[in-house]
């Protein structure tokens, strides 16, 4: 049993002592132009998933999803999300590959509209995602979750209203 | 000594699996609008420099710190930056301050990276945070004119920070 507790607690020392010798080394890659060995980039994105959800809570959106709203949320969009998240029904603009932002445009995205709602309102830690409830009242915001959920499911007339009408 | 290898791997398990519990059932928490501990914020700042240390490349700006090289590095910065990390005598930008890690405001409190691994920083982004990789659509010598500009950005004389708001002809 007493060995049973030294091997416990030496392992634990040896973890501990290596993660953190290996970060101060400096050994952990930061450059953003490479990309993220696969175990680690599943690990987050299960980790946020999992945190969003726990975090977003039921509150479900209150406002009905007319024409008005939609192109109300893709307003915002146009204006505030397309530069890294691609603009709707066109190939995701010219981001290199390796930059993480989802392509809405192209992937649709899987998290529900309470979800994506939380996530504009709050921003998420260690992404280039940054809060915006700062900014925008709560009601754009669900206007841009609902929008951001059906964005490659629109109506003809929603796709239209949203370009900025030229003169 | 069986019990010792019996022991080591008891806290494997322990710490893979409280690991992935603590992550798979959403106790991470990940608003960027809320500050994590200082111990974790402190251990990501350290990790990071740490890294660029070792990565910048080891050498000194190729570019004299001339007056025109700074306004040529300021008029990137204008251009480029300030909507993040914010502009000499301005108010700290709002934008910036919504990201997590927050966007470093060198307009009021420097920088502590010296001019090659700024250059660095610039050209290849930090991952995780909202750097993004400006070496695709900068030459090397615009980026070091504009770390040259950032680690003097406290210091600038007069005759830089009007040239760098003036037109270019």
Same mark, same amino acid.
């Given at each position: 049993? %007493?060995?049973?507790?030294?091997?416990?607690?030496?392992?634990?020392? #040896?973890?501990?002592?290596?993660?953190?010798?290996?970060?101060?080394?400096?050994?952990? $890659?930061?450059?953003? !132009? #490479?990309?993220?060995?696969?175990?680690?980039?599943?690990?987050?994105?299960?980790?946020?998933?999992?945190?969003?959800?726990? @975090?977003?809570?039921?509150?479900?959106?209150?406002?009905?999803?007319? !024409?008005?709203?939609?192109?109300?949320?893709?307003?915002?969009?146009?204006?505030?999300?397309?530069?890294?998240?691609?603009?709707?029904?066109?190939?995701? @603009?010219?981001?290199?590959?390796?930059?993480?932002?989802? %392509?809405? @445009?192209?992937?649709?995205?899987?998290?529900? $509209?309470?979800?994506?709602?939380?996530?504009?309102?709050?921003?998420?830690?260690?992404?280039?995602? @940054?809060?915006?409830?700062?900014?925008?009242?709560? $009601?754009?915001?669900?206007?841009?979750?609902?929008?951001?959920?059906?964005?490659?499911?629109?109506?003809?007339? #929603?796709?239209?209203?949203?370009?900025?009408?030229?003169? | 000594?069986?019990?010792?290898? /019996?022991?080591?791997?008891? =806290?494997? /398990?322990?710490?893979?699996?409280?690991?992935?519990?603590?992550?798979?059932?959403?106790?991470?928490?990940?608003?960027?609008? =809320?500050?994590?501990?200082?111990?974790?914020?402190?251990? *990501?700042?350290?990790?990071?420099?740490?890294?660029?240390?070792?990565?910048?490349?080891? *050498?000194?700006?190729?570019?004299?710190?001339?007056?025109?090289?700074?306004?040529?590095?300021?008029?990137?910065?204008?251009?480029?930056?300030?909507?993040?990390?914010?502009?000499?005598?301005?108010?700290?930008?709002?934008?910036?301050?919504?990201?997590?890690?927050?966007?470093?405001?060198?307009?009021?409190?420097?920088?502590?990276?010296?001019?090659?691994? /700024?250059?660095?920083?610039?050209?290849?982004?930090?991952?995780?945070?909202?750097?993004?990789?400006?070496?695709?659509?900068?030459?090397?010598?615009?980026?070091?004119?504009?770390? =040259?500009?950032?680690?003097?950005?406290?210091?600038?004389?007069?005759? /830089?920070?009007?040239?760098?708001?003036?037109?270019?002809?």
């Amino acid at each position: 049993m %007493k060995n049973f507790s030294l091997g416990f607690l030496t392992t634990i020392a #040896v973890f501990t002592i290596g993660a953190l010798g290996y970060l101060r080394l400096g050994l952990a $890659e930061v450059q953003a !132009d #490479v990309n993220t060995p696969a175990w680690e980039s599943q690990l987050q994105k299960f980790a946020v998933q999992a945190s969003v959800r726990r @975090s977003a809570g039921k509150v479900q959106n209150a406002m009905p999803t007319t !024409d008005d709203n939609l192109i109300a949320g893709g307003k915002l969009y146009l204006n505030g999300c397309a530069g890294c998240h691609g603009k709707p029904g066109k190939s995701p @603009s010219n981001l290199p590959e390796y930059l993480p932002p989802p %392509k809405f @445009s192209q992937a649709g995205t899987q998290y529900s $509209e309470p979800e994506l709602f939380w996530i504009v309102k709050h921003g998420i830690r260690r992404t280039g995602m @940054s809060a915006y409830g700062p900014f925008y009242s709560d $009601e754009k915001m669900w206007t841009l979750a609902a929008f951001v959920k059906r964005m490659n499911n629109l109506p003809p007339t #929603v796709l239209e209203n949203i370009q900025p009408k030229n003169p | 000594m069986k019990n010792f290898v /019996v022991g080591a791997i008891a =806290a494997i /398990v322990v710490l893979a699996v409280g690991t992935l519990g603590y992550l798979g059932l959403g106790f991470a928490s990940v608003g960027a609008d =809320a500050e994590p501990p200082a111990w974790e914020a402190g251990l *990501m700042n350290s990790t990071v420099h740490a890294s660029v240390r070792r990565s910048a490349p080891r *050498m000194q700006n190729p570019l004299a710190p001339t007056d025109e090289t700074l306004i040529a590095g300021g008029k990137l910065y204008l251009s480029d930056c300030v909507g993040c990390h914010g502009a000499p005598g301005k108010p700290a930008s709002a934008f910036g301050a919504t990201f997590y890690p927050p966007v470093p405001q060198f307009p009021s409190i420097g920088t502590q990276y010296p001019e090659a691994e /700024v250059f660095w920083v610039a050209k290849h982004g930090i991952r995780r945070t909202g750097m993004s990789p400006q070496g695709p659509y900068y030459a090397d010598t615009e980026l070091w004119t504009l770390s =040259a500009f950032i680690t003097r950005i406290k210091n600038l004389s007069p005759g /830089v920070l009007n040239g760098i708001q003036q037109r270019s002809k």
